[in-house]
């Protein structure tokens, strides 16, 4: 047993790192979908299939797993045209939204 049982900020986060989950809840698969959609579509609107082709995962795994959580915390939004980066997705990533997206998303998880 880690940490004598008890459960601190600092354990809590080295656990989460373990299984590489960052401040907001996002792992691998979250943050290769969110990168894809914005390093190379330009933030959307593109298709699931389209998005799971680009990050190497079956289409259903995109939809049912990683895209329920990802609109949750409002990082990605589904328009008829596709999914859609928010301005909280562009600046997890380190990078400045363009003109015109929006989205402010939740606290972290640490915050």
Not at 32 to 52: E, K, N
Not at 84 to 111: E, I, R, S
């Given at each position: 047993m880690r940490a004598d049982g008890l459960i601190t900020r600092?354990?809590?986060k080295a656990a989460l790192a373990v299984y590489d989950v960052d401040e907001l809840g996002l792992d691998r698969l979250d943050r290769a979908v969110l990168s894809a959609l914005t390093r190379s579509f330009?933030?959307?609107p593109?298709?699931?299939?389209?998005?799971?082709?680009?990050v190497g995962e079956e289409a259903t795994t995109v939809e049912?797993?990683?895209e329920p959580f990802l609109v949750r915390a409002g990082m990605v939004a589904?328009?008829?045209?596709g999914r859609v980066a928010t301005a909280l997705a562009w600046t997890h990533l380190?990078?400045?939204?363009p003109a015109g997206v929006t989205g402010l998303g939740q606290p972290g998880l640490f915050d």
């Amino acid at each position: 047993m880690r940490a004598d049982g008890l459960i601190t900020r600092d354990v809590a986060k080295a656990a989460l790192a373990v299984y590489d989950v960052d401040e907001l809840g996002l792992d691998r698969l979250d943050r290769a979908v969110l990168s894809a959609l914005t390093r190379s579509f330009g933030g959307g609107p593109v298709g699931v299939s389209t998005l799971a082709v680009a990050v190497g995962e079956e289409a259903t795994t995109v939809e049912e797993v990683c895209e329920p959580f990802l609109v949750r915390a409002g990082m990605v939004a589904r328009t008829p045209r596709g999914r859609v980066a928010t301005a909280l997705a562009w600046t997890h990533l380190g990078m400045t939204p363009p003109a015109g997206v929006t989205g402010l998303g939740q606290p972290g998880l640490f915050d």
